[in-house]
């Protein structure tokens, strides 16, 4: 199973909107709506910030936000502040039943 | 309080064996799907292995199927990952996590990781 494809690194500036796109096929991403979202700061455990394609668990900031089309799926941060520096990956369930996770974003906040 | 703490890892030459574990505590352990996940240095997140609730259902990545094998103890809160066959390529940090949405979907807590090193 290949990884999605998120690409390597963004930036914006605070208060800027961002997005970061997971592009997969019609047997992962595009196939159900099992998209979820990760943020990983540095030498920390994966926190999730996304599940089901767009919705945010409790405690998880409005400024976070989901949404997909066709084979594409994106994690859109608005407002961005420094603390939102940090990886971001996506991940998908398969039709293999089994799970993928994008190769990560590193996102800079200038 | 949720909390996932691993243990277990640490150095071993490729061909060798370890087990990971992974307690549980402060929610319903016989009620979650528990799956691994790994981060090799420097690197993006693998899945490797999830795990139903009973312990009845498995499920593995390719990578590691025929080598690994997931299982848990639902009167202990624990669940463990038994790796043999070990290739420098499974040199990574593992972390267990809960499953919250599916089996397979997504995970809403995280251990803090065990370092695994596959080197002679």
């Known amino acids: 199973q290949s990884a999605l494809t998120q690409p390597a690194s963004v930036s914006g500036s605070p208060g800027q909107s961002i997005t970061i796109s997971c592009t997969g096929t019609?047997?992962?991403?595009?196939?159900?709506?099992?998209v979820s979202w990760y943020q990983q700061h540095p030498g920390k455990a994966p926190k999730l910030m996304i599940s089901l394609v767009s919705n945010r668990p409790a405690g998880v900031s409005n400024r976070f936000s989901g949404s997909k089309s066709g084979n594409t799926a994106s994690l859109t941060i608005s407002g961005l502040q420094a603390e939102d520096e940090a990886d971001y990956y996506c991940s998908s369930y398969t039709s293999s039943s089994t799970l993928v996770f994008g190769g990560g974003t590193k996102l800079t906040v200038l | 309080e949720v909390q996932l703490l691993e243990s277990g890892g640490g150095l071993v030459q490729p061909g060798g064996s370890l087990r990971l574990s992974c307690a549980a505590s402060?929610?319903?352990?016989?009620?979650?799907?528990m799956t691994w996940v790994r981060q090799a240095p420097g690197k993006g997140l693998q899945w490797v292995s999830t795990?139903?609730?009973?312990?009845?259902?498995?499920y593995y990545a390719d990578s590691v199927k025929g080598r690994f094998t997931i299982s848990r103890d639902n009167s202990k809160n624990t669940l463990y990952l038994q790796m043999n066959s070990l290739r420098a390529e499974d040199t990574a940090i593992y972390y267990c996590?809960?499953?919250?949405?599916?089996?397979?979907?997504?995970?809403?807590?995280w251990g803090q990781g065990t370092l695994v090193t596959v080197s002679s």
């Open positions: 019609s047997s992962d991403v595009g196939g159900y709506n099992y």
């Open positions: 795990i139903i609730s009973s312990g009845v259902g498995t």
């Open positions: 402060g929610f319903l352990f016989s009620d979650s799907a």
């Open positions: 996590a809960k499953s919250y949405r599916g089996v397979l979907v997504d995970f809403d807590c």
